[in-house]
T-cell receptor, first 112, second 115 residues
């Protein structure tokens, strides 16, 4: 049973374009919704996170949109840059268990 | 302000040997988590520890794997009698006690290769 479904698996965006990655979850107990960025050979780095009491959070070029009724949240990267090329993971968490459930990842390539 | 540290970064073991992976959490962090990442996959939770206590080991294989986080020193993930299927990247994360497991910060990982 796959609790977290991430899409697309891979994405190619031109420099300056908008990258959009989606995450759908099943567990209604999730109450923390982060996105992690991982470069090859490195550990995941926390990029941005949202709690269910807000529907959107923006930090610089990165925005999380959260739809509680649809059990989905998404990452938007505005003005995408080649340096954004990485694998992105959604990893919702449940405060009752204090652990994160990772999606399978989205490989983003931003072409110059 | 050092982040989460893991060593070794790369570890090669022959089948049947033991692997010991170490993790030093960020300064001030008292919660440690271990995850395993297979190629082309997301991270899978293995175990959650606080100082001297295992809080949740629901993701840990029942045999050959163990973890500890002693009062002094790093957290250690131990894999006995390794098999080829244990080859993966193992990541440690840490969080503040007050964050309740949120805002986990990851180390660079240990890449284990079993030959």
């Amino acid at each position: 049973q796959q609790q977290v479904k991430q899409s697309p698996q891979s994405l190619i965006v031109q420099k300056g374009g908008i990258s959009i990655i989606n995450c759908a979850y099943e567990n209604t107990a999730f109450d923390y919704f982060p996105w992690y960025q991982q470069f090859p050979g490195k550990g995941p780095a926390l990029l941005i996170a949202i709690r269910p009491d807000v529907s959107e959070k923006k930090e610089g070029r990165f925005t999380i949109s959260f739809n509680k009724s649809a059990k989905q949240f998404s990452l938007h990267i505005m003005d995408s840059q080649p340096g954004d090329s990485a694998t992105y993971f959604c990893a919702p968490g449940d405060s009752g268990y204090s652990t994160l459930t990772f999606g399978k990842g989205t490989m983003l390539l931003v072409s110059p | 302000n050092a982040g989460v540290m893991q060593n070794p970064r790369h570890l090669v073991r022959r089948r049947g040997q033991e692997a010991r992976l170490r993790c030093s959490p960020m300064k001030g962090h008292s919660h440690v988590y271990w995850y395993r990442q297979l190629p082309e996959e997301g991270l899978k939770f293995m175990v959650y520890l606080q100082k001297e206590n295992i809080i949740d080991e629901s993701g840990m294989p029942k045999e050959r794997f163990s973890a500890e986080f002693p009062k002094e020193g790093p957290s250690i993930l131990r894999i006995q009698q390794v098999v080829r299927g244990d080859s993966a990247a193992y990541f440690c994360a840490s969080s503040l006690e007050t964050s309740g497991g949120y805002e986990q910060y990851f180390g660079p990982g240990t890449r284990l290769t079993v030959t």
